[in-house]
């Protein structure tokens, strides 16, 4: 059983950045395919980015390239995300997921943490 724990959200003004971390405990984390989604009130759960076993491949959402880059440390277990140029739009709570596949469908993921709020002002 693989426990997920996020970190690091919280609020920024529109243009700042922030850091979300992700440390995995229970399983062997360079097994797994590991995401970030979000969601928002009244909006379905979306894959924000997500990235394969050893970093060397990531998928990220139309709506957040070029300003969010997802990575991993396996070494410390640990998978961030790194979000720039923040909009209002990003304002939703951000989960962890750790699955099998490099898929951007929630459905491929079998392990989620409690997820980390991130807010975005004007």
């Known amino acids: 059983q693989v426990q997920l724990v996020e970190a690091g959200g919280g609020s920024a003004q529109a243009g700042g950045a922030l850091r979300l971390s992700c440390v995995a405990s229970?399983?062997?984390?360079?097994?797994?395919?590991m995401a970030w989604f979000r969601q928002a009130p009244g909006k379905e759960r979306e894959c924000v980015a997500a990235v394969n076993w050893n970093g060397g491949n990531t998928i990220h959402t139309t709506s957040v390239k070029g300003r969010f880059s997802i990575s991993r440390d396996n070494a410390k277990n640990t998978v961030y995300l790194q979000m720039n140029s923040v909009k209002l739009a990003d304002t939703a709570l951000y989960y962890c997921a750790a699955g099998v596949r490099l898929y951007s469908d929630s459905a491929a993921y079998n392990y989620w943490g409690q997820g980390t709020q991130v807010t975005v002002s004007s």
């Open positions: 229970g399983g062997t984390f360079s097994d797994y395919v």
